[in-house]
């Protein structure tokens, strides 16, 4: 069986971009069957976060990356375009594929 891999969609608050980008996360990974499992939520429940992704906005991911928050990071910069979404989900699934 696959592995799951496991991603925070998160933004600085955890309330609108981040629930609007999972919803789209979510259409695109049920679309396209990517063995990916989403949840939401603020920049603040990273330090509890033990997942293998995070998915935000363009403008954190540098941050994010350079302190070693996160173990790896995904960033869309429109957060309704699902082509966007695949092409990055994709691209990460590829370079992380075990």
């Not at 995904?74 to 989900?89: A, F, M, R, T, W």
Request: proline content about 2%; some cysteine.
């Amino acid at each position: 069986m696959a592995r799951t891999y496991q991603a925070l969609v998160c933004c600085r608050a955890g309330i609108g971009s981040s629930m609007m980008l999972e919803a789209k996360c979510k259409q695109v990974i049920e679309e396209e069957g990517l063995p990916i499992k989403t949840r939401h939520g603020g920049i603040d429940q990273l330090s509890g976060f033990d997942g293998d992704l995070v998915i935000t906005m363009t403008d954190l991911v540098d941050a994010l990356v350079a302190d070693e928050r996160v173990p790896s990071a995904v960033g869309i910069s429109n957060i309704v375009d699902k082509d966007e979404i695949k092409q990055k989900l994709q691209a990460w699934l590829d370079e992380h594929a075990e």
